[in-house]
């Protein structure tokens, strides 16, 4: 693994815990949601990568 990807990875990590805080803030619920919501968040991003990865092979 490289210093670039290293750096994205974490970029998208701080970015989702960012999201999910940000969306328990608005929808006035306990922060303590956050950490599940982010691993929602994360699956539904991994999930919609291989999407794209299997539109691009077929």
């Known amino acids: 693994m490289d210093v670039k990807d290293l750096l994205e990875r974490s970029g998208f990590t701080g970015l989702e815990a960012g999201l999910a805080v940000a969306i328990t803030q608005l929808g ?15 699956a539904a991003k991994v999930w919609a990568q291989q999407r794209i990865k299997a539109k691009g092979a077929a």
């Open 28 to 42: 006035d619920v306990s922060v303590w949601w956050a950490a599940p919501l982010a691993l929602v968040l994360t």
